[in-house]
């Protein structure tokens, strides 16, 4: 087999990637390890920038999105009975955010690539990476039973954090960022009416967030130990939990049944450069942020947006000097994210080892923001997204 572009992963850094590609009739083939019902199931975040709405509009892939998202114009804080309401497109003119869950990203972007035709293999493994550093690069995977080789000009590795391209660079050529929190999130999704806003809380007993997936349905996170027994979590418990962090009565937050529960760790990881040779990693295989700032499916939107880019007149014409700046460039906006990520997280959660001077400091910090419209346009500013040419 060969192509020009090797993508490895259907998920939105791949899926976006292969489109964008396809606009300027660059091939590529898919290579996904899982099944199309798994990965078009599999639950994900929901909050879409400005940026990923716009880019969904550029590649004819958003009139589902426009029909079935929730606009996100309210970003509300709450703390020590007090809220902070931040009304995003007064703050930064007119920006604002789409609840569209990832899974219908996928399905909408799976829809598309299929239907013109383009190459999307499912249950295909990668095993291995072969001379990535050389001039014909080559994908080793496994496809109903056989094994293929795929060979590329360059290949994308849109795998995830645990997939095998990142793992293809030599250690020495690699540095790694890591920070991994004394916390989890335990998260649920209820059959019940969501709050009116996006709302954030910092409470004594720690971190709570209820976000929305529906008019219908509501997704409800709390702060707990990385490790913690689900089964120690009945619904009940969920419930009293949540009313009590939120500051929430049974009237704004209305119980309805638990039908998916889990615990998510939070960390911070970030690869680099993002390329070596003629390989090139794109969201999660390159970088993960704390979900507290909602950034990872459109980070991975903003990678491939400059991976293609750069692309397309290396492919064309071998001129490489954009493509040779994909990682400083794309590293410029991750760095930036991971600080608003790890900004929000610290603002909200509390950690096991606060003092009550810092307890005292991250009150202040809301209180600040409370009463300043500049401190809140910094949030809202990086909430509805950073420019993805910025």
Not at 226 to 236: M, V
Not at 357 to 363: D, G, H, K, N, P
Request: proline share 5%; hydrophobic share 45%.
């Amino acid at each position: 087999m060969r192509t020009q572009v090797g993508i490895i992963g259907a998920g939105p850094a791949g899926l976006f990637l292969a489109l964008l590609l396809a606009r300027e009739g660059i091939e590529s083939v898919i290579l996904e390890a899982r099944s199309r019902e798994y990965v078009e199931g599999r639950v994900r975040a929901g909050v879409l920038e400005q940026g990923t709405v716009d880019l969904m509009h550029q590649l004819g892939v958003a009139d589902r999105l426009m029909r079935e998202s929730m606009t996100d114009r309210i970003l509300d804080i709450r703390f020590e009975g007090r809220l902070i309401h931040m009304d995003m497109p007064d703050l930064v003119n007119g920006r604002e955010v789409r609840i569209y869950g990832q899974q219908e990203v996928v399905k909408d972007l799976i829809a598309a690539r299929l239907a013109a035709g383009g190459e999307l293999l499912f249950e295909a493994e990668a095993m291995a990476l072969e001379d990535i550093a050389g001039a014909r690069p080559a994908i080793r995977f496994q496809h109903k039973g056989e094994e293929h080789r795929l060979e590329c000009d360059v290949i994308a590795g849109c795998d995830g954090f645990h997939g095998i391209a990142r793992l293809a660079i030599p250690a020495d050529a690699l540095t790694i960022y890591d920070h991994i929190f004394p916390f989890g999130w335990l998260g649920i999704l209820s059959e019940s009416p969501p709050l009116a806003d996006m709302t954030y809380a910092n409470h004594a007993r720690g971190y709570a967030l209820a976000s929305r997936r529906s008019p219908r349905i509501a997704r409800l996170y709390l702060q707990c130990t990385p490790d913690e027994d689900l089964a120690q979590w009945p619904d009940a418990r969920i419930w009293e939990e949540l009313h009590i962090r939120l500051n929430a009565d049974t009237s704004e937050l209305a119980e309805g049944r638990i039908f998916q529960k889990g615990v998510t760790p939070v960390r911070s990881f970030v690869a680099a450069p993002m390329q070596y040779g003629r390989l090139f990693l794109a969201g999660d295989a390159a970088h993960i942020v704390p979900p507290t700032g909602a950034k990872g499916l459109n980070l991975a939107a903003a990678d491939v947006r400059v991976l293609a880019r750069g692309l397309v007149p290396f492919l064309r014409k071998n001129d490489g000097s954009l493509v040779e700046r994909y990682s400083q460039t794309c590293l410029q906006r991750v760095w930036k994210t991971v600080r608003f990520s790890n900004y929000m997280t610290t603002l909200l959660h509390r950690f096991p080892t606060h003092t009550p001077f810092e307890r005292q400091i991250q009150l202040a910090e809301l209180d600040y923001i409370a009463g300043s419209r500049a401190a809140q346009t910094v949030v809202a500013e990086n909430y509805v997204g950073l420019p993805m040419d910025g």
